[in-house]
T-cell receptor
Framework: RKEVEQDPGPFNVPEGATVAFNCTYS??????FFWYRQDCRKEPKLLMS???SGNEDGRFTAQLNRASQYISLLIRDSKLSDSATYLC???????????FGSGTRLQVQP | GAGVSQTPSNKVTEKGKYVELRCDPI?????LYWYRQSLGQGPEFLIY????????DSGLPNDRFFAVRPEGSVSTLKIQRTERGDSAVYLC???????????????FGPGTRLLVL
């Protein structure tokens, strides 16, 4: 079983739609949580950090449920430019390295 | 300002050959990480440097892989006797200190695409 599990998708949604991605992690000692965005043939870039209290950045909302070891990302009013792979990432448990999920691919269609 | 840079951007080699991949981190970043990303997968950790020393090399798949960072800045990932299964994108990342409980942002370079024929 992978340490971070995500639905690979693809999620095909029309412009303006709301879409939600989920992931689960197995290491209960994980301390930091992130969503990274990766465009095709590009490097991953930090989208946002995820906190237990939830956090919002414009159209993006991230949530962490430590009890269930579950992380979510909600994108409202999808834009064509949101098309990318979204990587769920955890960190900690004694390690500095990031542990990535396999990513969820989003395709926003006109 | 300059981000993380990696050279070469692409490398094609033959099975059994030796390759070196270079990473130049963001100036002033003491922590440096190497990851490997295969098609359809997320990046997987290889090795982490704090300054000049390898603080965690638990992700290196076998002893054909080795990395150095002799002056605490540029790092080189070295792969001996390459195999077809080594084909992947090798990503380098850096962060300011690596000491903030793991919550620091890691900034990734564009990667080196390695193809072993």
């Amino acid at each position: 079983r992978k340490e971070v599990e995500q639905d690979p998708g693809p999620f095909n949604v029309p412009e303006g739609a709301t879409v939600a991605f989920n992931c689960t992690y197995s290491n209960s000692a994980s301390q930091s949580f992130f969503w990274y965005r990766q465009d095709c043939r590009k490097e991953p870039k930090l989208l946002m950090s995820v906190y237990s209290s939830g956090n919002e950045d414009g159209r993006f909302t991230a949530q962490l449920n430590r009890a269930s070891q579950y992380i979510s990302l909600l994108i409202r009013d999808s834009k064509l430019s949101d098309s990318a792979t979204y990587l769920c990432v955890v960190n900690g448990g004694g390690r500095r390295a990031l542990t990535f999920g396999s990513g969820t691919r989003l395709q926003v269609q006109p | 300002g300059a981000g993380v840079s990696q050279t070469p951007s692409n490398k094609v080699t033959e099975k059994g050959k030796y390759v070196e991949l270079r990473c130049d981190p963001i100036s002033g970043h003491t922590a440096l990480y190497w990851y490997r990303q295969s098609l359809g997968q997320g990046p997987e950790f290889l090795i982490y440097f704090q300054g000049t020393g390898a603080a965690d090399d638990s992700g290196l798949p076998n002893d054909r892989f080795f990395a150095v960072r002799p002056e605490g800045s540029v790092s080189t990932l070295k792969i001996q006797r390459t195999e077809r299964g080594d084909s992947a994108v090798y990503l380098c990342a850096s962060s300011l200190s690596g000491l903030a409980g793991g919550g620091e942002t890691q900034y990734f370079g564009p990667g080196t695409r390695l193809l072993v024929l």
